[in-house]
């Protein structure tokens, strides 16, 4: 696909205009995100209700249509931390992409697991990349830059963020306690299941489909009971997708449209932290499903 194109995810629709006046500096973009979006469980504000349930906005133009309707007034703004918008890594990620595409940079998410939150714990996480014209370069844009963190947020490092597919292969040789691979130490949603679905989470942002972390489709379960062979192959493909190798991206796009199993359908089932039952929404209506 070409990076340089918004998705239906990613497309800021009406609120396009807005994304004219950023910053074209990767700093100056990632500043004015992180005042548009709070991390809806980095400890700031306590969400609930209504104001929880943003977290669930699938779409860029979802985002910034609560943002708008919140605070109407260009994105560059400083928000109140009370007023900008309940989100997670995934939010602040897509919401940097669509601005860089808008500008007509290659960009994409990448999901995987960060090591640098927590000594000893790797937090599933979603960052951004973009094509510089020579390497894609990783950004970190949910965090503030500050030496602490031993890298520049700005262009990460092999290491300190691993992609989904790598991390499976780890565990699957071995090298890995997949029990420290998660969303939180304090919670139960952790392990080699969690792995291989993010595996398919990365497949699922790497060909257009940036969906919540939550979102649940295809093959993906809760635990290990089935053959395994299928996650290896996808996770070689994309790591070789990652070293550039051509045959493997191809062999991997084609994989990825013709298999019910990597790819979501028309709807999604959303298993979403704010609690309850999971339900069913329409990707195409965006409506949730009343009796799905």
């Given at each position: 696909m070409n990076y340089a194109d918004q998705t239906p995810y990613s497309d800021p629709g009406q609120y396009a205009a807005l994304l004219d006046a950023l910053p074209t500096d990767i700093p100056g973009l990632t500043a004015v995100i992180r005042s548009v979006v709070i991390h809806y469980r980095g400890g700031e504000v306590e969400f609930t209700g209504e104001?929880?349930?943003?977290?669930?906005?699938?779409?860029?133009?979802?985002?910034?249509?609560?943002?708008?309707?919140?605070?109407?007034?260009?994105?560059?703004?400083?928000?109140?931390?009370?007023?900008?918008?309940?989100?997670?890594?995934?939010?602040?990620?897509?919401?940097?992409?669509?601005?860089?595409?808008?500008?007509?940079?290659?960009?994409?998410?990448?999901?995987?697991?960060?090591?640098?939150?927590?000594?000893?714990?790797?937090?599933?996480?979603?960052?951004?990349?973009?094509?510089?014209?020579?390497?894609?370069?990783?950004?970190?844009?949910?965090?503030?830059?500050?030496?602490?963190?031993?890298?520049?947020?700005?262009?990460?490092?092999?290491?300190?963020?691993?992609?989904?597919?790598?991390?499976?292969?780890?565990?699957?040789?071995g090298e890995i306690d997949p029990d420290l691979y998660g969303v939180s130490p304090d919670l139960d949603i952790r392990g080699g299941w969690f792995i291989r679905d993010y595996v398919f989470l990365q497949a699922a942002h790497l060909h257009g489909d940036e969906l919540l972390l939550w979102d649940g489709w295809g093959a993906m379960a809760d635990d290990l009971e089935m053959d395994l062979a299928p996650t290896d192959e996808l996770a070689a493909l994309l790591v070789a997708f990652d070293n550039g190798d051509e045959s493997a991206t191809a062999k991997l796009a084609d994989w990825y449209r013709s298999d019910p199993d990597l790819h979501p359908g028309s709807t999604i089932e959303v298993n979403s932290p704010t609690g309850g039952a999971p339900y069913r929404v329409d990707l195409k209506t965006r409506e949730r499903l009343v009796n799905g």
């Amino acid at each position: 696909m070409n990076y340089a194109d918004q998705t239906p995810y990613s497309d800021p629709g009406q609120y396009a205009a807005l994304l004219d006046a950023l910053p074209t500096d990767i700093p100056g973009l990632t500043a004015v995100i992180r005042s548009v979006v709070i991390h809806y469980r980095g400890g700031e504000v306590e969400f609930t209700g209504e104001r929880l349930e943003e977290v669930n906005n699938r779409w860029v133009e979802a985002i910034l249509a609560t943002d708008q309707q919140r605070n109407g007034c260009p994105l560059a703004e400083p928000r109140k931390l009370e007023d900008r918008v309940a989100g997670c890594c995934r939010d602040f990620a897509l919401l940097l992409v669509a601005a860089l595409r808008h500008q007509g940079v290659p960009a994409r998410t990448r999901i995987g697991f960060a090591s640098y939150f927590n000594p000893g714990w790797n937090y599933d996480h979603v960052i951004a990349e973009y094509f510089n014209g020579e390497r894609w370069v990783r950004v970190e844009a949910q965090i503030e830059p500050g030496e602490h963190w031993g890298f520049d947020v700005h262009d990460i490092p092999a290491g300190p963020f691993r992609s989904a597919a790598e991390v499976w292969q780890a565990y699957r040789a071995g090298e890995i306690d997949p029990d420290l691979y998660g969303v939180s130490p304090d919670l139960d949603i952790r392990g080699g299941w969690f792995i291989r679905d993010y595996v398919f989470l990365q497949a699922a942002h790497l060909h257009g489909d940036e969906l919540l972390l939550w979102d649940g489709w295809g093959a993906m379960a809760d635990d290990l009971e089935m053959d395994l062979a299928p996650t290896d192959e996808l996770a070689a493909l994309l790591v070789a997708f990652d070293n550039g190798d051509e045959s493997a991206t191809a062999k991997l796009a084609d994989w990825y449209r013709s298999d019910p199993d990597l790819h979501p359908g028309s709807t999604i089932e959303v298993n979403s932290p704010t609690g309850g039952a999971p339900y069913r929404v329409d990707l195409k209506t965006r409506e949730r499903l009343v009796n799905g």
